[in-house]
């Protein structure tokens, strides 16, 4: 069965700094990968997704990950953060290869900005 | 276009009560998803329906029921309400079952809380 991880569980970052949430996940064939970001008291906002094709992913509000098949990973990053990039991050597995029966989540990665 | 709706934000009910969670997508979406959402766990999906007139089992279905009313509403039943069953539920739909480019989009969530 699938399976995604984030290791961190809480991560703080100075308002400016560069970003890394790292993803690992567990699947047979290649995977959809995504992430998600949730704000408090919020739904679920995709970042980004990969499918196929070029390994550096862009997305929304300055983000991008890069998929690394040899580590099994789709870790997010952001050059330089911003205070209202403080919300919990989620990446996500998909769980046939087609995004009809449901994605698999990490556990999450809480991201608090210092300023 | 609202995107996902969910009804109610916010619901307490008492051991053995029963309700029902409301979720209606206005983007013609065929296939919709119910996930709850525990401290610590990220989300598990709880059922899913590819397409209208079809439903199947997620992760944690014990102790729900659903409903795809039609293609644009998916309900989620609790019969019979237990305090594990406090959580933050969220809907979700995508577009098309085994599109390569299918994303889901979330809704706000309900908050649960069984007492």
């Known amino acids: 069965a699938q399976s995604v991880t984030q290791p961190d569980i809480h991560i703080t970052v100075s308002e400016g700094a560069s970003l890394e949430l790292r993803c690992n996940y567990s699947?047979?064939?290649?995977?959809?990968l995504f992430w998600y970001v949730q704000s408090p008291g919020q739904g679920l906002q995709l970042l980004l997704k990969?499918?196929?094709?070029?390994?550096l992913v862009q997305g929304i509000k300055g983000f991008e990950a890069e998929f690394k098949r040899s580590q099994s990973s789709f870790n997010l990053r952001k050059p330089s953060v911003h205070w209202s990039d403080a919300a919990e991050y989620f990446c996500?597995?998909?769980?046939?290869?087609?995004?009809?029966?449901?994605?698999?989540f990490g556990k999450g990665t809480h991201l608090i900005i210092q300023p | 276009n609202a995107g996902v709706t969910q009804t109610p934000k916010f619901q307490v009910l008492k051991t053995g009560q029963s309700m029902t969670l409301q979720c209606a997508q206005d983007?013609?979406?065929?296939?919709m998803y119910w996930y709850r959402q525990d401290p610590g766990m990220g989300l598990r999906l709880i059922y899913y329906?590819?397409?209208?007139?079809?439903?199947d089992k997620g992760e944690v279905p014990n102790g729900y029921n659903v409903s795809r009313l039609n293609k644009r509403e998916f309900s989620l039943r609790l019969e019979s309400a237990a305090p594990s069953q406090t959580s933050v539920y969220f809907c979700?739909?995508?577009?098309?079952?085994?599109?390569?480019?299918?994303?889901?989009?979330f809704g706000p969530g309900t908050r649960l809380t069984v007492l």
């Open positions: 979700a739909s995508s577009e098309q079952r085994g599109a390569s480019t299918d994303t889901q989009y």
């Open positions: 699947y047979g064939a290649t995977p959809y």
């Open positions: 990969y499918f196929s094709g070029d390994t």
């Open positions: 996500a597995v998909d769980r046939s290869g087609g995004g009809a029966d449901g994605l698999t």
């Open positions: 983007m013609n979406h065929n296939s």
């Open positions: 329906s590819a397409s209208e007139g079809t439903t």
